[in-house]
């Protein structure tokens, strides 16, 4: 072999080289932008933006937010899935288009299962939030006027398939109830028409719950939590008030587009465990009351399954179709 031709396959060699690696190993290069599958302002815009923040801090490139609300979540879902795998754009999502969403649809433009899972961002549990007028101060004072009142009292929700409508169906089928659903377009007006007495009552976020009732505006009589909140230590959790199987949490997670590589996974993965850790963004997040999860993207990945499972069963026995 000549001393050109050696040279030759020498630089093709390198020239291959440095094509395989720069894309994970200098990752990130440029902007990377996170599609929130929600509107802004709601729990999972600020977790987004407050995780994006302090991501550009630690990774020195900027993370900017891209709000792309509609379908319980399946329009954001749809973009980031259509997306280069290539880390530069996430999705910010709750649970409806990574767990239920297939279940209530006939058709979606993405496969939840192909997302590749990055880490769970947050969680905050659920509560019974009523209208501040009802007749009942207590869990148990609740059902027993609800089954005195069959078909008579009614829930809202942000839509058909988001969590709230599941937490209903699923306070109705351990109950034994039969509240009404009546869904909503958002939760600011599922929430105005709870407090005015239009609707009895909805399952909400205890940041969003406890706003309520620090002003006076509604009742709470249950949490979905495995202890009693401090900020408001009156409040029972439901397993206390007699329903230590209803459980209802909203988390947000971020999720890559499928085929995304291992090291941007595994390095957007550690970041983010390191930003939840921080003191100030803990602060953060207890004041807005939320709890910083993290965890492995193995973590993510079995919390969608157990989510799939559990709500699956409650939309099959509720019969629940979104189209």
């Keep these: 072999m000549t001393c050109r ?6 630089a093709a060699l390198l020239a291959s080289a440095s094509r395989a690696q720069p894309v994970e190993a200098d990752y990130p290069g440029r902007t990377v932008k996170i599609v929130v599958s929600a509107p802004a302002g709601g729990g999972l ?4 933006r ?6 550009r801090q630690r990774l020195g490139q900027p993370f900017i937010i891209e709000n792309r609300p509609g379908a319980a979540g399946n ?16 999705l910010a999502a709750q649970p409806s288009p990574l767990t239920v969403n297939q279940l209530l649809y006939r058709k979606l433009n993405f496969d939840p299962a192909a997302f590749v899972p990055v880490a769970t ?12 007028d009802l007749p009942a101060h207590s869990l148990r004072e609740f059902i027993d006027h609800a089954k005195a009142n069959p078909g008579k009292l009614n829930f809202a929700s942000q839509g058909i398939g988001t969590t709230p409508h599941l937490s209903g169906e699923l306070f109705n089928r351990l109950a034994g109830t039969q509240l009404v659903h009546v869904p909503y377009k958002g939760t600011a007006q599922a929430v105005n028409d709870v407090v005015a007495g239009h609707v009895d009552l909805i399952f909400l976020e205890m940041g969003s719950a406890f706003q309520l ?15 009693r909140a401090p900020q ?11 329903m230590p199987d209803f ?3 909203t988390w947000n997670a971020l999720v890559a587009p499928p085929k995304t590589p291992a090291a941007i996974v595994a390095k957007l993965n550690t970041a983010i465990n390191e930003v939840l850790k921080l003191p100030d963004v803990q602060a953060h997040f207890a004041g807005i009351s939320m709890q910083p999860v993290g965890g492995t993207p193995a973590d993510l990945a079995e919390r969608i399954k157990a989510e799939t499972r559990r709500w699956g069963e409650v939309i099959r026995a509720a019969n629940i179709t979104a189209n």
């Design 5 to 10: 031709v050696v040279i030759a396959v020498a």
């Design 45 to 48: 815009d600020v977790a987004a």
């Design 50 to 55: 407050i995780i994006a923040e302090r991501l």
């Design 75 to 90: 329009t954001g879902a749809e973009v980031v899935f259509a997306a280069e795998p290539d880390g530069y754009t996430l």
């Design 121 to 132: 961002m947050t969680a905050v549990p659920n509560v019974l939030v009523v209208r501040p």
């Design 213 to 227: 009732y620090k002003g006076g505006r509604a009742k709470l009589l249950a949490l979905s939590s495995l202890e």
């Design 232 to 242: 408001m230590p009156e409040i029972p959790i439901f397993a206390e008030a007699g």
């Design 247 to 249: 459980k209802s949490d």
